[in-house]
């Protein structure tokens, strides 16, 4: 078991940057690769950005967020982030993280999910 918790999000005018953080506890965090996921009204899920385990060697994007959004984990501080730089007005939505695995070079979600940070981007 894992509990995660999101904290971060707000409301940024378009152009501007937020850092999302999700803090874990309950199980040993570097086991866990991880995933931020978000979720706009009347939209299904989708995945935004995930990192492996241990010492996250490696990353995948979404491809409306390369180039703009980083994700990164601290294992010292069972934390995973999400930096958000050019924010657009379509980035608006509910941040959640997520531990997984992954399978081959796709992120698999396990059904550990904090309760979303809402990150509204508007002018």
């Known amino acids: 078991q894992v509990q995660l918790v999101e904290s971060g999000g707000g409301l940024v005018q378009p152009g501007g940057s937020l850092r999302l953080s999700c803090a874990a506890s309950?199980?040993?965090?570097?086991?866990?690769?991880m995933g931020w996921y978000r979720q706009a009204p009347g939209k299904q899920r989708e995945l935004v950005a995930a990192i492996t385990s241990g010492g996250g060697a490696r990353t995948n994007y979404a491809d409306s967020v390369k180039d703009r959004f980083t994700i990164s984990r601290d294992n010292a501080k069972n934390t995973v982030y999400l930096q958000m730089n050019s924010l657009k007005p379509e980035d608006t939505a509910i941040y959640y993280c997520n531990a997984g695995h992954f399978q081959y070079s796709d992120y698999v979600p396990f059904t550990y999910w904090g309760q979303g940070t809402q990150v509204t981007v508007s002018s």
């Open positions: 309950g199980s040993i965090f570097s086991i866990y690769a």
